[in-house]
């Protein structure tokens, strides 16, 4: 099999490898760099599990080869608020209780997060139908959404001020 | 013997699991790598009936790395029973890889592993597999016709089995009714479908003869017991683990062929193996729920009450029984519960599971009781539409009222509100209703209410089980409860926990009894070596007899605490309270000690303890469930506005009022309803397995298998009523799964109400409305 010498980039950490082309993103993330919170949960682009950030926008890992990505910089769940979980959205999934069983979440949290950012840079608390929307490529079969479209909210209007 | 502070129960504790599921922290079954691993992809059935002529390996002689391969001529009589022991019942097993003949597409055929998973999947591609085809038994229909060979040899019909269930005299009832109602329903096959898929990694070390198996599982005790019995290994030696499990739902409450397989590789190859199943074969070959097909007659006296039910049950349970539920398990499930919360006393039964070439089924959060719930309660409103009731009215008519009440198959149900729920209901959606009324005139825009209305029988004890004589003989829960010589609270917990919140609730449990903070105890679970043996998370028993067996393990250490508080402080026992980490003399807080104190005297400072009083803080109960349970109840109401001329529906409201004794946790009581909720509306509106005429899959992936997306599904709104359980430890009743029960029903009949159609069958998918709302556009 050919290898394709390839650097990542996640979470700071830069090292460069030889790959095989057809490796996915996500197998590359958590077999070579050691790390579990890239949950593969269909494998074929539909549920929003194996979200991670390339070069800061949410991307799927699983439908993305390690190759394409030489040179890129990749974030992953670790990254947001490390293992105290401190990031605001995290600690507002916790209190809004956004997750039941967790397999979801890294995804549904790296999909979330610049979502949250844009809102609290722009200073406005978006519709419940609007945060339903940016939620609409993952799936979460635990919780309904209730807790994480709350979760949304609060971190949003948490940091805006005078949020509901 | 409640806890004398209960502080914790009841409180809205955030969860202390979720920092390591936030952070990327957690440990799933695809996260356990060990080194030397060989990888498993298997070769499944490419047709759903056919004998097995050659499984040619050839292609893998020159792949240029090694593979190992085994087939079913390799694994000798190795396989799945699930058999209950009626004379009845028609004898079926899986093996663990197909031996001549495959029954499902997606079946094990064989087993090839590589040291790598991508090269064991292009390994497994090659692997040719030659069938001759048999004839399909692909639908219900045509299971009942004799003229088509059924899928076992030596079977005399197409039927797992066939039973009866009765009581009263349903003859009289007939005989009595002003009104003889009788309908057809139906709801579609459909899964549980957890985000992560099973997988199972098994590792055999000859130094200690341990075989250690890590299973995506929620009953690792019963793992462990058949890998014992199957592969004849001690039980001692074997270690099953569940680590962080990504969803059930009671999908992964089987013991499944591979997880014996996986270890008996393990032990073969001389080196760890691992497999994760992905998606598709989730899909297609992992466990298929519902499928059911209901004929009910009702017997109803001119004021509306009703007399008696006769009921006709057919469940297409598809290939194989699964272990330990078996194939009667849903038929038999949804005979039983068929009488719900209503009075009346004839009933008549027969139920029937069909072997068909499909996926095997097993349980489903409600386990038939969704299927039941959904015909049970479309009837009441066909029988309120029927006679001129409105359906609130109508259900008041009958519901149960007193308690306890003996009901007509002897099962006895605690106190309950069932009345009050559906007057709660009525109460919150008084608007909804008027606007549903005033929409009728309509011929664009519809708005329809409806309700379901049912209880839910949860943690019953032994003779439940014994009565069903199913290869699980009982569904008791144990929890050990060890104090540390710091104060600190380690709990051995014999429930697996995957997404309940466990390692919160049962902390909140323990720390009421012990005085102590939840924060300082430490809930293990999902292991047989650190729990005692106990039958794993499922059938809504986590919180009562989970919750009872840490009260009561804890009280046991409260009371000891309570002597050597006594004794220290030279007060009387029964005058010693612990809370806030001390134990102190109730009508003088300042006389105290520590908790962390006593701990030590008693673990370490043995010099300390009172003559004849045995070192150590720990304590260990089994809880079984009360005979026939404890009945939780709700009631569940769906608002939907539809489009008459583009058949277009918007869940626009959705209300559950519920009843499961005492709340543990109101943050996690919520989560269980809205969750169980919206699978219950995936249910009514989207999923659907479908199988074209050969029984070929056609609904693989994601794209095809439409689960609720957020965009679609409104705030749920959830109220309580609080009817404590007197057969409980700590009031509790089961609450898991009651979300998914209610909705199908729920929105069928809002569905109902808004077009003034009767509606039969699930799933309500846009098609379905169209075709049901056909008359309002003139169509019909």
Redesign the interface.
Known sequence: MTMTETTLTVNGQTRTLDV?P??LLADVI?QEFD???V??????G??G?CTVHIDGTPRLSCLTFAVQCDGRDIK???S??????THVL?LA???E?G????????GF?MTLVPYVEENVARGTLPS??D???A??G????????????AAVRKAIGDQIGGGQ | MKAENPRQIGARVQRFEDTRLLSGAARYIDDIRLPNTLHLSFVRAQVAHGRILEIDTFGLEDIGYPTWVFTGEDIGNLSMKAHQDYPEMQYSEQPLLARDVVRFVGEPVAAVLAEDPYRAEDAAELVFVDYDPLPVVGTMDQARDASIPPIFEGWKNSMFVERQMKGGDLEAARAQAAHVIRRTYRNQRQAGVPMECRGVVAHYTPGDRMLTVWSSTQMPHLVRTYIAEELDLPEARIRVIAPDVGGGFGIKGQVFGEEVLVAWLAIKTGRPVKWIEDRREHLVASLHARDHEHTLEAYVSDDGRLLGLWADISVDVGAYSTFPFTAAGDPGMAAKVMPGPYDFQAYEATFRGFATNKCPIGTYRGVARPSAVFSQERLMDDIAREIGMDPIAFRLRNVIREFPYKNVLGFTYDPGSYAESLEKIRDVLADDIAAAEASKSSATTRTGVGIACFVEQTAHGTPDFTRRRVPIETGYISARVEMQPDGTVVIGLGLQSHGQGLETTMAQVAADALGVLPETIFVRHGDTLTSPYSMGTWGSRGGPLGGGAVHMASMQIAEKLKVLAAHEMQADKDAITLYGGRAYVTDNPDRFVEIRTLARHALRNVENLPEGMIPGLEAEFSLDGPRDGTYANAVHAAVVEIDVPTGKMKLKRFVVVEDCGTILNPLVVDGQVRGGVVQGIGSALFEHFVYDAECQPLTTSFADYLMPQAPEIPDIEVHHIETPTPLTPLGAKGLGEGGAIGPAAAIANAVSNALDVEVSETPLKASAIWHLSAHLRGEA
């Open positions: 095989e057809r490796r958590r790390i579990a919170g949950h593969i949960g269909c494998a074929h539909a549920c599990c992953t769940v670790e947001l608020g490390g293992f105290d979980a995290q999934f916790k209190s209780h997750l039941q069983c967790g397999y979801c979440t890294p949290l419940d139908e945060i339903r929307e939620m609409s993952n799936i979460c079969r635990c919780t309904g959404y209730h807790g994480i479209v």
